[in-house]
């Protein structure tokens, strides 16, 4: 069974903290990592992709990927009340995609 | 604007009672994929499509049908409905599989079945 592991959380940091967000995943195949953000009672919304090891930036979020130890992160900078919500980590091998179910970040002002 | 869409967003029906939630993209996109989402399970995949006529069984495929007969929709059926489907359902599409611009979701629907 291909799996996808996050912290259910909830997190909680202070505004201006870096949040750091974890997920795990069994399939060795895999290809490429997403990170989504779904505020409460919305859809999915894509913030990261990552495809190979090493660090990808974009503004306040940072990807990580470490491919041996079957590991993604996401990090945030500057945390701020608007980026409370939950993140889901997705995993895809050829057609398939699969969803951890998701760590609830909440930042508090 | 570029959107994927589903209908109804809201539905309460009863057992047995064979319903379809419908679900159109205008972006062109191959991909596309239908998604139920639970509290503590996350999203997990029911059924995805790589292009017209082309479909194919996810995580969670029992108890749902879908057809791609049009690339920009791609309906999930449920013949006969039963409660362990209450669920939040998203559509979801993309250019392709995997791609870098990640999958596009629709509003979701909220389905209760009694």
């Known amino acids: 069974q291909k799996e996808v592991e996050q912290n259910s959380g909830p997190l909680s940091v202070p505004e201006g903290a870096i949040a750091s967000l974890n997920c795990t995943y069994s399939?060795?195949?895999?290809?490429?990592f997403f990170w989504y953000r779904q505020y409460s009672g919305k859809s999915p919304e894509l913030i990261m992709f990552?495809?190979?090891?090493g660090d990808k930036e974009d503004g306040r979020f940072t990807a990580q990927l470490n491919k041996a130890s079957q590991y993604v992160s996401l990090l945030i900078r500057d945390s701020q009340p608007s980026d409370s919500a939950t993140y889901l980590c997705?995993?895809?091998?050829?057609?398939?995609?699969?969803f951890g179910a998701g760590t609830r970040l909440t930042v508090k002002p | 604007e570029a959107q994927v869409t589903q209908n109804p967003r809201y539905l309460i029906t009863v057992t047995g009672k064979k319903l379809t939630v419908t679900c159109s993209q205008n972006?062109?996109?191959?991909?596309m994929s239908w998604y139920r989402q639970d509290p503590g399970l996350g999203l997990r995949q029911i059924y995805y499509?790589?292009?017209?006529?082309?479909?194919d069984k996810g995580d969670v495929p029992e108890g749902y049908k879908v057809s791609r007969k049009e690339k920009r929709n791609f309906p999930l059926i449920l013949e006969s409905p039963s409660p362990n489907q209450t669920s939040l359902y998203f559509c979801?599409?993309?250019?392709?599989?995997?791609?870098?611009?990640?999958?596009?979701f629709g509003p979701g629907t909220r389905l209760t079945v009694l």
């Open positions: 979801a599409s993309s250019p392709q599989a995997g791609t870098y611009l990640g999958q596009f």
């Open positions: 399939d060795r195949g895999s290809q490429s």
């Open positions: 990552i495809y190979s090891n």
């Open positions: 997705a995993v895809h091998n050829n057609n398939d995609m699969r």
């Open positions: 972006m062109n996109h191959e991909y």
């Open positions: 499509s790589m292009n017209v006529e082309v479909t």
